[in-house]
Nanobody
Framework: QVQLVESGGGLVQAGGSLRLSCAASGSFLSIDAMGWYRQAPGKQRELVARIMGGGTTDYADSVKGRFTISRDNAKNTVYLQMNSLKPEDTAVYSC?????????????????WGQGTQVTVSS
């Protein structure tokens, strides 16, 4: 089992900043990608940012230039620095990790999710 623990959400005024953290623990062979998704009330969950093991990143157009995703492979932790926050960034932010674990029949892939953390941006 791979567990993800998130921290760093909260309430901030528009234009402010927050930093989210997500630490992975458990028994796994590798974590190939880690990312942040968000879901606002009445909307579908969407990708915010994603980072591969080699450092390649991908961002939603709506957050490019404002959010930065980074990763500490030694700590199995991913961070999301959110600057210039807007009210439309208000959502529950969830961490995701994809990788490989050792199963009964050899290596297999996994995809785990954190419990989610609320980010609220007031206008």
């Amino acid at each position: 089992q791979v567990q993800l623990v998130e921290s760093g959400g909260g309430l901030v005024q528009a234009g402010g900043s927050l930093r989210l953290s997500c630490a992975a623990s458990g028994s796994f062979l590798s974590i190939d990608a880690m990312g942040w998704y968000r879901q606002a009330p009445g909307k579908q969950r969407e990708l915010v940012a994603r980072i591969m093991g080699g450092g390649t990143t991908d961002y939603a157009d709506s957050v490019k230039g404002r959010f930065t995703i980074s990763r500490d492979n030694a700590k199995n932790t991913v961070y999301l620095q959110m600057n210039s926050l807007k009210p439309e960034d208000t959502a529950v932010y969830s961490c995701n990790a994809d990788g490989r674990v050792l199963g009964a029949w050899g290596a297999r892939t996994f995809s785990s999710w954190g419990q989610g953390t609320q980010v609220t941006v007031s206008s």
